[in-house]
């Protein structure tokens, strides 16, 4: 729920503070850790750090 909500404010308002960056890039990790490393999570890593 967290990357989706992170995702979705970045979508709405084109900007993520770094708490909030932080707790996506944990999220992240969170499902890296239980599926596996994924194409897409790794997308996703890049695009939010892009938004610095």
Known sequence: MVVGAGFTLLRLT????????????????????VYGSHREFEV????LESFA
């Not at 084109?14 to 890296?32: H, S």
């Not at 996703?44 to 695009?47: G, H, I, L, S």
């Open 14 to 33: 084109g900007q993520v503070d770094d708490e909030g960056r932080e707790l996506v890039l944990a999220g992240l990790r969170v499902l890296t850790d």
């Open 44 to 47: 996703m890593r890049r695009d």
